[in-house]
């Protein structure tokens, strides 16, 4: 009996003592902050989507790129261009080894030949480079949505073998 009455005092002071914890541990200082707001009906506060003010392709310079190997934006309106699939991409009909120079494209980078695993480079584009979009992003007008203080890093020059 007495080792029951035992257990149930330490059992009491010990949720006593959680309890008196939750009021802290809730406190603004500690609480997490959903974007969305506490009331999960309410719509997201994302901006709505920008689209490309429609600019034909070739008649804006291109955005400058802040880290070495970064994918370019796309300096053009894609809104009309159709799914890329695996067997149709429209960024080809311009941006190909093939029809480049008569679109004054520029051609897609070196690493599109280049197989991921072995460094092989082929003579077709790889497949894991099919999906453009997967890495390049069309140039928005655009307010950032967060704080953002990344100055870039200087280009270096790219060194010939």
């Given at each position: 009996m007495?080792n029951s009455?035992r257990?149930?005092?330490?059992a009491?002071?010990?949720?006593a003592l ?9 406190s ?8 969305r707001?506490?009331?999960?009906q ?8 920008k689209f490309?003010?429609?600019?034909r392709?070739?008649s ?8 070495l190997q970064?994918p ?6 894609t ?8 067997e149709?991409n429209?960024?080809?009909t311009c ?5 480049f120079k008569?679109k004054k ?7 599109h ?5 072995t460094?092989?480079?082929m003579k077709?584009?790889?497949n894991?480079?099919h999906n453009?979009?997967q890495?390049?992003?069309?140039q928005?007008d ?6 953002n203080t ?12």
């Amino acid at each position: 009996m007495k080792n029951s009455l035992r257990s149930a005092l330490v059992a009491l002071s010990a949720s006593a003592l959680y309890l008196s914890a939750i009021p802290h541990a809730l406190s603004a200082e500690s609480a997490v902050h959903s974007l969305r707001g506490v009331d999960a009906q309410v719509a997201d506060k994302a901006p709505e989507e920008k689209f490309n003010p429609g600019k034909r392709p070739g008649s804006q310079d291109p955005i400058k790129r802040t880290f070495l190997q970064q994918p370019p934006v796309i300096p053009h309106a894609t809104e009309n261009f159709d799914e890329i699939t695996l067997e149709e991409n429209q960024c080809m009909t311009c941006h190909s080894p093939e029809k480049f120079k008569e679109k004054k494209a520029p051609m897609i980078g070196d690493s599109h030949f280049q197989n991921q695993q072995t460094g092989e480079i082929m003579k077709q584009m790889s497949n894991a480079r099919h999906n453009c979009v997967q890495c390049h992003v069309p140039q928005v007008d655009a307010p950032p949505l967060v704080e953002n203080t990344f100055k870039g890093v200087p280009q270096q020059a790219k060194k010939k073998p």
